[in-house]
T-cell receptor
């Protein structure tokens, strides 16, 4: 059974600080996705990582994928309050037919 | 271009009642999905469809049925609702293959009393 874990589950950080969210998964997958969810809202796609070593950046967020270690990271640089949300990673080893999501990391950026 | 829409947005059911949730997408996507989201558990896949007329079970299919009679619509049915089905339900769609992220609908908040 494919398991996806995220660490930490809750993160409270001050504006201006850097931090990394980790996503581990238990079976081979060369595709990994990051999503953002604001409270009471739907999910929004942030990154699609399609191969080992893939790195993508958007604003203060940077995601990377190490398929050999079965690990993805979401790095936050100089956090701002607007980044407060829940972040989910998801893997799909069956090519579009079975996405499995992690439990989410709830991020609060404090002024 | 509305993206992915879901009907209804909120619903309260009594135990044993039935209902159908409708998901519609106007992006001509092949793949469609139904998830449920419970506190602290992320999203869990209920059923999915890789094309018109085809459906398959996901991680938590028990108590639910689906149909995809038209490419743009994916229906989720609860034949006899149970309190354990209280959840937020999200529909999503994506083009063929997993090189693409999923596009999510706004969600349906269902309470079963």
């Amino acid at each position: 059974e494919l398991k996806v874990e995220q660490n930490p589950l809750f993160l409270s950080m001050q504006e201006g600080k850097n931090y990394t969210i980790y996503c581990n998964y238990s079976t081979t997958s060369d595709r990994l996705y990051w999503y953002r969810q604001d409270p009471g809202k739907s999910l929004e796609s942030l990154f699609v990582l399609l191969s080992n070593g893939a790195v993508k950046q958007e604003g203060r967020l940077m995601a990377s994928l190490d398929t050999k270690a079965r690990l993805s990271t979401l790095h936050i640089t100089a956090a701002v309050h607007d980044l407060s949300a829940t972040y989910f990673c998801a893997v799909d080893p069956n090519y579009g037919q079975n996405f499995v999501f992690g439990p989410g990391t709830r991020l609060s950026v404090l002024p | 271009n509305a993206g992915v829409t879901q009907t209804p947005k909120f619903r309260v059911l009594k135990t044993g009642q039935s209902m159908t949730l409708l998901c519609a997408q106007d992006m001509n996507h092949e793949y469609m999905y139904w998830y449920r989201q419970d506190p602290g558990m992320g999203l869990r896949l209920i059923h999915y469809s890789v094309g018109e007329g085809t459906t398959a079970k996901g991680e938590v299919p028990d108590g639910y049925n689906v149909s995809r009679l038209k490419k743009q619509n994916f229906l989720l049915g609860l034949e006899s609702a149970a309190p354990s089905q209280t959840s937020v339900y999200f529909c999503a769609s994506s083009p063929r293959g997993n090189a693409w992220a999923q596009y999510f609908g706004p969600g349906t908040r269902l309470t079963v009393t």
